[in-house]
């Protein structure tokens, strides 16, 4: 069974920083691209960020680049993101997810990261509350 599993998530004030977690089990880790994912009460689902396989290929949203760093290491079928200078914009519950066995493709859409296919494998999420 494939499990992702957020951490990391908490109350902070706007400018300072969290680091988000996702441990995955139930596949091979470094065969996926995986990402990160946000959504908010009242808004639809965003993508936030997103790497392949070797972790040298990054992706991010505009309202997020230069702000948040994505990671992944291998050797402990984990994958971060490293979110600086958090906004209440930011406030969200952060999603971590895995693609499937075929092909990915990574958009942008009026500044927006697309991910298609939507990704099969999901975590429960971790809530990230900015006060400003």
């Known amino acids: 069974q494939v499990q992702l599993v957020e951490s990391g998530g908490g109350v902070v004030q706007a400018g300072e920083s969290l680091r988000l977690a996702c441990k995955v089990s139930g596949l091979t880790f470094e065969d996926y691209a995986v990402g990160w994912f946000r959504q908010s009460p009242g808004k639809e689902r965003e993508g936030v960020a997103a790497?392949?396989?070797?972790?040298?290929?990054?992706y991010y949203a505009d309202s997020v680049k230069g702000r948040f760093t994505i990671s992944r290491d291998n050797d402990k079928n984990t994958l971060y993101l490293q979110m600086d200078s958090l906004t209440p914009e930011d406030a969200a519950m952060y999603y971590c997810?895995?693609?499937?066995?075929?092909?990915?493709?990574?958009?942008?859409?009026?500044?927006?990261?697309?991910?298609?296919?939507?990704?099969?494998?999901w975590g429960q999420g971790t809530q990230v509350t900015v006060s400003s």
């Open positions: 790497i392949y396989t070797g972790g040298s290929t990054q």
């Open positions: 997810a895995a693609s499937g066995s075929g092909s990915v493709c990574f958009l942008f859409e009026g500044g927006k990261l697309l991910w298609t296919p939507t990704p099969p494998h």
